[in-house]
């Protein structure tokens, strides 16, 4: 447990704050939050940050529950798990989830925790932590797929001050970087991280000038009871006191030929609070896929869901975590046993969406949206140039996938999208200049988003050419099990990996592989997956399927699944419409499923070989 | 001819000023806009202002127009129908748009994903690639062009546009593509990325290339039709068109380019507020032009607006040289609202635009807008706009009410203070977006307030920035005009270069320097300046090598010694710029990314106004008190017409001063000097005590 030195030991009294006031504080709050972003983009130098923004910011109360941030990391358990003192001008970073009860879930990421002091005594946490594109170990990127723990995924920093009283750590620091492949970005990014949050800091401290020490954490207070209260009354209204609502999905194999994985969550109301409860999920994987999540960090993701369509300008916050309690069994898939390794963890997080979208959806249509790109698929490509003027200088690409956003209540799903927020892709023109590689086509494809009234977002054909000799690693998923439809829309395509060497033969590749060697000429294409549909499919406009076949969206053969009879041109034949979409509609039941997974487990299994070129997971086992 | 005439056409109102170069005496016309053909509406205030001034338009010269033109195009969705032609495996290029969605954790659930500004369907590909270093990979497939434009005309594209993967690095495969068009397309206006824009990412490049001839044959319709009326009209003079970065350009320059006009109505107020503030005695200065539905603000150092490289307008971001204005969606119109759920008081981003207005505009609005709450609390008096518009302060303070409604506040008056509190706040955040988060103190400027709300709020924004004085324009309202009036011509040239330091010399930037300062000065020679009257300034894009972002500085072309002294110059005032606003460096090589020539024509001579003089005693301007309710409580404020104020006079606040088309409100602990040249100087009395009244 740290313990807090402020030499300011009279506790804040507390103050009423009118709603306007309140208002105020919480605009310049979200206001500090966006800037915090900014200063990190700017500064950054991996491109994992710089240009696809794979950071998170946090702005605390004083006892470090967030007022403002996107995505929970939660300073009260790093703050119990960290021995020694902190005081003023401290700035601590640690990449250890072992270490913060899971504030961060992988030691790809760096995080930096620095008290706000106002007048002596401690009015906040400013928090951010950033994926670093390389942290040393045993293959670039160090997140090996085949990693049983996590000793093999590079440099692991325990919690400690990397400033002391405002003096950089040095030495510590050096040490640090002296593990990793690109100490320069590194050193960039986690200046930035810094920065960012003596920016919050500032930002902070300007609104106790302004309003007064007092006023600003009563005004938190206000804000946290404010969530809390609209907490409160969303979930009188949403779901029945004592019934039990569960959902399951899948994360596809562990990397090391296990899977599928079985992900499950169940919710019941018992009177003001509802329970989140993991029990009946998958043991812990043997390769690196475990999601070691923070309960806070559950809390979050299930508020922010419910919240959004609610009031979609309020400033998302901890103060309703007292009515959510959440139960995660030990030496499961959500929490291993140290020493499990984490490095892949982004397909657990990824399935979080599908996961809460499934559970809420149940009783909430706004929510009821398909199973989309709940994911950010990595690749990686790295090596020595062989020749020219940078002859034997190292390379080394950590880049992000897109896919398709599933049919939603409002509409389509955007294709080559992501559901995570701010992430954007890097322009191929930038991949082209700084790396030795061609990038042939980026485009999606074709009928991969799942029919529907509103149709799922189509996957993407990332085709790269590489111009040295190198090695590549993937990390994605969904490649067995279908991203799911829904209302009577049908599952998004899958994803699929392969490489036209340059001899002519076609290699398909696992999702998850790394230290496949490539030679120049050598052609990677990786290939995403769509996103459910949304709505019967039958239902959808005939002139909108011709129309998105012009497009090159959806081929006249796909239209069919929409009962569309249309040329490659997209003209619709009406009379043979008609007649598709009754004959279609006579071969279904009456009552179209909520959820279309596809074909039944057994049956994608036994088929597994045969439709992707892959051998079936063996099921997992309890360590 | 001695008469120069600036135009400023926004969505409600055409502004025309008309200006006596030799004496500075001004004619205003105000007149209603004409959104079917603007160019009635310009024509008619013309018309007026020559008629005010007595003259005939034959002693009217040049033009000078800031339009919406290109702005309203995109906003409304009624640009032409864009074919556009791409490499091949990229035609989703505008559909993948980045692949960004913005808004939080679940803001995919709710967000409407925009169409692109070129239908897919109207998106072809064709075989031909270059690399990154402009070499030729395989050559460009002529048949293939040939092909996929005859598509395209079949579809009846109205223009095209053309962005081939790394064209900023060899331009030949784009010039090649366009030269098929002129044979398939005919007279169709084409827009090629290595012109319009020849820098690297190709998704930017692509949407920039694509909106510029998404807007092109409505501007390039408008420009041509309103030259042609105003040479029929007598007017001897040239039209020129202010662009988004503050300086003008010719009619047919303009439409060649129309994606540099896009902010050319909000730039307008900028070069506007520079000339007030200038006549005033300020260089540095932030602006804060508040409408009915939005508000604009931007920076001014040393009399020169912040240039940035992004233009936003709606959802569109292009990349396009333009004035650094940050809009909110914050303005007179904005709808204030209670979610039942969190019971938090809202104001915007909903606005009740000009149909049906605010509730005390009497044409059925029923929501509370902050021009309600300003009703309510006395600030507007009951006549706008010259008295064609009478305020119903019932239906605002009934409006209101639903806010105390749902609200444990205690009173309309209280309630509209609160939504007057946020609105302000929500605009203090755009002004600290220019300022504080790019290193200013806001203290360090004055405030330059107009748009038909801003010098209503004005006094408070100052309060909290601490920029002083608050300059209250004359005529706040024809600011735009003004400053179209007040400007100079202007171009520039740019090249991509990514360059690391080492791999350059003095002497090889120089030559690109030459180069582009050429580029820039061409088409200004072309529309008939002559070589002596241009100056020329250099700006690069700096970063560290590997960094994603790039700060912009400017190239003292004096520094180049030959000797390394020129890249020295620019590595010291690149790291000047990322410490001032990010605390810290790197050891990281420098690069160079783009370098940019600015050509600029001289100023033109317009002399100021000077008002008459008399001394602090204001009373002579005075013709009433008015209860208003300030800081929770109720206060008499004198009533002043701003007409009748004499230089040196000083009103002291609670004051509200009202002229034609603005309502100035001076808090309590405020106030007001007017400036000879016609502008109100707020600043808090302490400081004016101290200071003294500035002459």
Excluded at chain 1, 166 to 186: F, Y
């Amino acid at each position: 447990m740290a313990q807090i030195i402020q030499t300011a030991t009279e506790p804040l009294p507390t103050v009423d704050v009118d709603v306007i006031t309140l208002d105020l504080v919480e605009n310049a709050l979200r206001n500090a939050r966006y800037e915090m972003d900014e200063v990190l983009f700017r500064t950054a130098l991996s491109p994992g940050i710089r240009e696809q923004h794979d950071e998170f910011p946090l702005i605390g109360d004083p006892e470090g529950k967030m007022v403002v941030g996107q995505f929970g990391l939660s300073i009260p358990d790093f703050l119990e798990n960290f021995e020694g003192t902190i005081e003023e001008g401290d700035v601590l970073l640690t990449s250890d989830p072992y270490s913060c009860g899971a504030a961060i879930s992988h030691a790809n990421d760096w995080l930096v925790v620095m008290p706000i002091y106002f007048e002596g005594r401690i009015v906040g946490w400013a928090s951010m932590f950033g994926h670093m594109s390389d942290v040393g170990g045993k293959t670039p990127a160090s997140m090996p797929t085949d990693a049983r723990t996590i000793y093999e995924e590079g440099v692991v920093i325990p919690p400690f001050k990397l400033y002391k009283a405002g003096v950089l750590d040095e030495d510590a620091l050096r040490i640090i970087l002296n593990q990793v492949r690109k100490p320069d970005w590194n050193r960039a990014d986690l200046n930035g991280l810094v920065a960012a949050c003596s920016t919050a800091s500032r930002r902070v401290q300007e609104l106790c000038a302004r309003f007064g020490a007092d006023t600003y954490t009563s005004a938190l207070d206000a804000l946290l009871d404010r969530n809390y209260r609209a907490m409160k009354a969303l979930l009188q209204m949403v779901f029945k006191d004592g019934e039990t609502l569960s959902f399951t999905d899948y994360i596809c194999d562990d990397g090391v030929g296990y899977g599928p994985y079985e992900l499950k969550l169940s919710l019941t109301r018992n009177g003001d609070k509802v329970l989140l409860d993991f029990t009946g999920s998958s043991p812990q994987a043997k390769g690196p896929i475990n999601y070691f999540i923070n309960e806070n960090l559950v809390r979050m993701f299930f508020g922010i869901y419910m919240i959004t369509v609610a009031d979609p300008q309020i400033l998302w916050n901890d103060g309703f975590y007292p009515l959510v309690d959440v139960e995660i069994p030990e030496d499961s898939f959500w929490k291993p046993k140290f020493p499990a390794a984490l490095n892949a963890r982004n397909h657990g997080i990824g399935r979080v969406f599908d996961l809460f979208g499934g559970l809420l959806g149940q009783t909430n249509p706004d929510l009821l949206n398909a199973a989309g790109f709940s994911s950010s698929p990595h690749f990686m490509y790295s090596g020595n140039y062989s020749e020219g003027e940078r002859k034997g200088e190292w390379f080394q690409l950590y880049s992000i996938g897109f896919g398709g956003i599933p049919g939603r209540p409002i509409g389509d799903g955007p294709d080559g999208h992501s559901l995570w927020p701010s992430f954007v892709n890097i322009p191929c023109e930038y991949l082209e200049s700084y790396y030795p590689l061609r990038v042939e086509a980026w485009e999606t494809v074709s009928d991969t988003g799942g029919a529907g009234l509103h149709r799922g977002g189509n996957a993407v054909d990332a085709a790269y050419r590489f111009l040295e000799p190198g090695t590549i690693a993937i990390h994605d998923d969904r490649w067995l099990t279908y991203p799911w439809g829904v209302n009577g829309g049908e599952p998004g395509a899958r994803g699929r990996k392969w490489i036209d060497r340059v001899d002519g033969t076609r290699e398909i590749l696992p999702s998850k592989i790394h230290d496949v060697e490539v030679a120049p000429g050598d052609v990677l294409h990786f290939v995403t997956w769509g996103g459910g549909g949304w709505g019967d499919p039958l239902a959808r406009d005939p002139e909108l399927v011709g129309l998105e076949v012009r497009r090159g969206l959806v081929t006249a053969d796909g239209a069919r699944r929409y009962g569309v009879v249309c040329d490659a041109s997209g003209t619709v034949d009406t009379d043979a419409t008609a007649a598709l979409r009754a004959e279609l509609a006579a071969g279904r039941p009456d009552v179209l499923p909520t959820f279309n997974s596809g074909p039944p487990l057994e049956e994608i299994l036994a088929r597994c070989e045969e439709e992707t070129g892959l051998p079936a997971p063996k099921p997992p086992v309890a360590l | 001819m001695t008469y120069r005439l600036g135009v400023d056409v926004g969505g409600t109102f055409t502004d025309i000023l008309l200006v006596d170069e030799s004496s500075g005496e001004t004619y205003r016309a105000k007149t209603p806009s004409t959104p079917h053909d603007q160019s009635v509406g310009v024509l008619r205030g013309i018309m007026q202002a020559c008629a005010a001034a007595d003259i005939g338009l034959d002693q009217v010269g040049d033009v000078m127009h800031g339009t919406t033109i290109a702005t309203n195009a995109i906003l409304e969705g009624k640009g032409a129908r864009v074919g556009l032609v791409t490499t091949r495996g990229f035609r989703q290029v505008l559909q993948i748009a980045r692949s960004f969605v913005p808004g939080g954790l679940a803001g995919w659930i709710i967000w409407p994903k925009p169409e692109p500004l070129a239908a897919l369907e109207d998106t072809v590909e064709v075989g031909g690639r270059i690399a990154s270093d402009g070499t030729v990979v395989e050559d460009l497939d002529e048949d293939d062009v040939r092909a996929a434009l005859d598509k395209l005309a079949a579809q009846g594209v109205e223009a095209l546009s053309i962005s081939l993967i790394n064209s900023y690095a060899n331009p030949e495969h784009e010039r090649r593509v366009a030269k098929v068009a002129q044979e398939v397309l005919g007279g169709l206006t084409v827009s090629v990325s290595s012109s319009v824009l020849p820098e690297l990412r190709e998704y930017e490049r692509t949407l920039t290339t694509v909106a510029n001839a998404y807007v092109q044959p409505r501007v390039a319709r408008y420009t041509a039709n309103l030259s042609e009326q105003l040479t029929e009209s007598g007017v001897g003079g040239k039209l020129y068109i202010l662009r988004s970065d503050g300086g003008l350009a010719s009619a047919a320059t303009a439409a060649d380019n129309p994606v540099s006009l896009l902010l050319s109505g909000p730039a307008g107020g900028v070069s506007g507020a520079a000339w007030v503030a200038e006549q005033a005695g300020f260089s540095d200065f932030l602006t804060f032009d508040m409408g009915g539905t939005s508000t604009d603000v931007a920076l001014v150092q040393d009399r020169v607006p912040r240039i940035g490289r992004e233009t936003k307008v709606g959802d569109l971001t292009v990349r396009a040289t333009s004035v650094d204005v940050r809009t909110v969606g914050a303005g007179g119109g904005s709808i204030a609202h209670v979610p039942p759920l969190t019971q938090a008081l809202r104001v915007g981003p909903q606005s009740a635009g000009a149909v049906p207005g605010p509730a005390a505009y009497g044409q059925g609005g029923v929501e509370p807008t902050v021009t309600d709450a300003n009703v309510v609390l006395g600030y507007l008096p009951t006549s706008l706009a010259g008295g064609e518009v009478t305020l119903d302060r019932a239906a605002a303070a009934a409006a209101v009410q639903t806010i105390v409604d749902a609200t444990d506040l205690g009173s309309v008056e209280e309630a509209a203070e609160g939504i007057i509190d946020i609105v302000n706040e929500n605009m203090l955040g755009a002004l600290r977006l220019v300022s504080v988060q790019q290193g200013f103190d806001p203290r360090d400027f004055a405030l330059v307030a107009f748009g038909g709300a801003g010098p209503l709020h004005a006094n408070a924004l100052g309060r909290l920035t601490g920029a002083w004085p608050v300059i209250i324009p004359p005529s706040p309202g024809v600011l735009c005009a003004y400053g179209d009036a007040t400007t100079s011509m202007r171009d520039e040239a740019v090249r991509t270069l990514m360059r690391p330091f080492s791999s350059l010399d003095d002497d090889a930037l120089r030559d690109q320097l030459v180069e582009l300062a050429d580029d820039a000065r061409a088409s200004l020679i072309r529309d008939g300046l002559s070589e002596s009257d241009l100056t020329v300034t250099y700006a690069a894009d700096l970063r560290y090598h590997g960094q994603g972002f790039e700060i912009p500085v400017a190239i003292d072309a004096s520094a180049f010694d030959g000797n390394g002294g020129g890249l020295a110059s620019l590595r010291e005032a690149f790291d000047a710029e990322h410490e001032r606003l990010f605390s810290f460096l790197l050891g990281n090589e420098h690069e160079i990314v783009t370098v940019r020539a600015t050509a600029s024509g001289p100023r033109p001579a317009v002399a100021a106004p000077v008002l008459a003089s008399g001394d602090a005693d204001s009373s002579g301007a005075l013709v009433g008190t008015e209860s208003i309710w300030v800081d929770g409580g109720a206060v008499d404020a004198g009533l002043y017409q701003r007409d009748q104020l004499l230089a040196g006079n000083v009103v002291t606040g609670p004051a509200v001063i009202t002229e034609m088309d603005s309502t100035t409100l001076v808090l309590p602990g405020h106030a007001a000097t007017v400036h000879p040249s016609g502008s109100l100087l707020i600043r808090p009395i302490d400081q004016s005590a101290a200071d003294g009244a500035e002459g």
